[in-house]
């Protein structure tokens, strides 16, 4: 079954960033009030939904 989101190592390794800096990173999209792609917080555990991330992240490098 193929996983509908990323996990932060994902996320850590597309962008190029430190793990420090994805976590906070994608803890200051979730706090944001109109956030640019979703960010799922389960406790400590953190997911983004593929769709939502992939359309940022094309709208980015376009």
């Known amino acids: ?3 509908q989101v990323y996990f932060a190592s994902d ?3 597309m962008l190029g960033l430190g793990r420090t ?3 906070e990173f994608l803890n200051s999209v979730y ?3 109109d956030p640019p792609f979703r960010v799922i917080k389960v406790g ?3 997911r983004v939904p593929k769709k939502s991330f ?3 992240l ?3 490098t376009n």
């Open 1 to 3: 079954m193929d996983t």
């Open 11 to 13: 996320v850590q390794r």
């Open 21 to 23: 800096k994805t976590y």
């Open 31 to 33: 706090e944001e009030r």
């Open 44 to 46: 400590s555990a953190v």
């Open 54 to 56: 992939d359309a940022w």
């Open 58 to 60: 094309n709208a980015a």
